[in-house]
């Protein structure tokens, strides 16, 4: 059995998508954000980092494993599925699955907080990170033009970047220019694992409909986040990098 400790966030989705991928039996353990439940000495022994999310793996002597990158990684080399063992296979996993941990998220993440989150509007670091987002989807776009997937076969490369593009509108990017980056984010959308994934801990913000009201609520609660987080040890900056 393994332990996740998440919330409805797109990091959190990625490993309830891969964990619903493989079949794995696993304890949802819904962390409040809002309430730094992830500032907890508990959680902080788990991921230092003090975010989610983070896996206690209870079949392999508790061992925890933090960051959403490297839980894929764990997730897809302790069942062999996910990511191709071949040196090369497992390379072209690892280099997409980075594309996302070192560009699309942080990326994405400081849109968010520039554009949705901060009380005073700075156009030059939205235009940045907006331009920034959308300079990195389209090097997915052009990718996937010859591709499927974006590694071989659907692997955790696609659960990573998938869970960031699907929240695209969130960050104020378009990508209605960019059709083969729909294409597999409709494809993958499909998969009954990743229906479910994106249910844990509870259904988030519909990204796709204009629920102002709900939007609004969500930008309070993300924003109470970032100013209690400024004085805080652990860094924490209430974003979703
Ligand atoms: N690089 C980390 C980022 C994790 C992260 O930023 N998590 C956010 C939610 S998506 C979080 O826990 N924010 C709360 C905080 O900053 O205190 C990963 O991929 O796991």
Redesign the pocket.
């Known amino acids: 059995m393994i332990d996740l400790y998440t ?1 409805a ?4 989705h990625k490993i309830s998508i891969a964990l619903e991928e493989l079949a794995l039996p696993y304890k949802l353990i819904a962390l409040d ?1 809002a309430k730094r439940e ?1 500032k907890t000495p508990e959680f902080l022994a788990i991921n230092p980092n ?4 983070a896996i206690v793996d209870r079949d392999a002597d508790d061992f925890a494993v ?4 490297a839980i894929l990684v764990y997730l897809a080399e302790k069942t062999g599925k996910l990511m191709p063992s071949d040196t090369k296979g497992r390379s072209r996993v690892l280099q997409w699955l980075m594309f996302q ?1 070192g560009g699309i ?1 942080p990326m994405m ?1 400081q849109a968010n907080v520039f554009y949705r989150y901060l009380p005073e509007k700075i156009p030059t670091a939205i235009d940045r990170y907006q331009g920034e987002s959308k300079r990195l989807f389209r090097v997915l776009d052009g990718h996937l033009k010859e591709h499927e997937y974006l590694a071989g076969d659907y692997s955790i490369a696609d659960i990573a970047n998938w869970a960031w593009v699907r929240t695209h509108r969130w960050s104020g990017v378009d990508i209605g220019d960019l059709p083969h980056l729909r294409r597999w984010r409709d494809q993958i959308r499909s998969r009954p694992a990743v229906q479910r994934g994106i249910e844990r801990p509870h259904a988030s913000l519909d990204l796709d409909d204009n629920d102002t009201s709900k939007e609004r609520q969500f930008a309070a609660s993300a924003r109470s ?1 970032l100013e209690t ?1 400024q004085s805080n040890t652990t860094g ?6």
């Open positions: 919330a966030t797109p990091n959190g954000l992830q003090g975010r989610i999310p933090f960051e959403s990158g941990m998220g993440g986040m987080g924490t900056t209430g974003n979703t990098q």
